[in-house]
């Protein structure tokens, strides 16, 4: 199905087609046109499916229609970390180009100057609030921020947020939000405690489910079974012959991850890390580099896997199963 063919304001096609959108995903395909209905809904459905813009091009639709408050919060998107929280802004910067929808993300790091712009966008009322638990709760802490004109409330990965222990922060946040709002939620599986928090703060939600996808065709998937002790000579033994590029090494803690990278970096090859250890701005640094194919092995926590978007990974290796 065509973007064209739902039913989504001029401005918003016109943002679409400068950035290439054309035919929808199977995700968008079937979630846009509920949410644009103002119901409730939870969806199930991977990274990767195309979830982002499925929930942001309806709420910039109706938020470039009008009638909403000018100087209130009109829309929160909660987002498990600050990686996802930042191309979740990214897309809305890109979708909402040509209407006057704003947004401003909220998300940890130790820098007071950024707080303040924080602060200065939800006292003013950005349009839409893109955000971390623990980051919004620290400012509706401080008493400024009024969330009682909230229309839209969307969870995006929330498997991943509960966790990572963010059901009462949730929760805590609610408590602010007005009773009539739309609540639209996200989650890549359904277990149990997913399923209560629907419960709790969905009402008479839409579910879509999409069919867990299978790995495209062409990859390739293969698994050694050895010892710890001989996990780096495997690394070693497949980069001997060829050059690493764009290659991911996921290990099970950050301290894994520095004793990981060290032994890379021992063994000449371009490597960088990413863990909870470093500052954002160091973060940002090292995604950039990586993407720019500067970095050519990123060996990370599973803070990268969920919603980052990286195009053209050549190989992901889990050093450690994944739990």
């Known amino acids: 199905m065509k973007f064209s063919e739902l039913n989504l304001e001029d401005s918003v096609l016109q943002a679409l087609d400068a950035m290439n959108f054309r035919e929808c995903t199977p995700v968008q395909e079937h979630t846009i ?3 644009l209905e103002g119901k409730d809904l939870i969806g199930v459905a ?4 195309g979830k982002t813009a499925a929930y942001l091009l309806p709420v910039i639709n109706e938020l470039s229609k009008g009638g909403y408050p000018a100087d209130a919060i009109n829309c929160i998107i909660m987002s498990p970390t600050r990686e996802l929280a930042q191309q979740i802004d990214q897309q809305m ?3 909402s180009y040509f209407m006057p929808v704003s947004s401003v993300a909220i ?3 130790n820098d007071g100057i950024r707080f303040e712009q924080e602060k200065k966008g939800l006292t003013l009322g950005a349009d839409v609030v893109i955000a971390t638990p623990g ?3 620290s400012h509706l802490s401080l008493g400024y921020v009024d969330l009682s004109k909230v229309s839209f409330f969307i969870l995006d990965e929330a498997d991943r947020m509960l966790d990572m222990g963010f059901a009462d922060d949730i929760m805590q946040i609610v408590k602010y939000l007005p009773k009539k709002r739309q609540t639209i939620m996200f989650s890549a599986t359904m277990p149990a405690k997913i399923q209560q928090l629907a419960k709790t703060i969905l009402q008479n939600p839409v579910e879509v489910k999409l069919a867990v ?5 062409k990859i390739i998937q293969a698994a050694y079974i050895c010892y710890e002790a001989q996990k780096l000579g495997i ?3 497949l980069f001997s012959q060829q050059k690493p590029e764009r290659v991911i090494i996921f290990a099970s803690s950050k301290l894994k991850v520095k004793e990981v990278a060290k032994s890379l970096k021992r063994m000449n090859l371009n490597v960088g890390e990413m863990h909870s250890d470093l500052e954002q701005n160091q ?3 090292i995604m950039h580099e990586f993407r720019n194919g500067r970095i050519s092995m990123l060996v990370a926590t599973d803070i990268v896997a969920r919603g980052i978007d990286i195009d053209d990974i050549r190989l992901v290796i889990n050093y450690d199963v994944p739990n």
């Open 33 to 35: 046109p509920v949410i």
């Open 46 to 49: 991977q990274t990767g499916t």
């Open 135 to 137: 980051r919004l709760i």
């Open 235 to 237: 690394i070693e033994s």
């Open 283 to 285: 973060r940002d640094a």
């Open 93 to 95: 910067e890109g979708f």
């Open 107 to 109: 998300y940890g790091g």
């Open 213 to 217: 996808s299978k790995p495209a065709e």
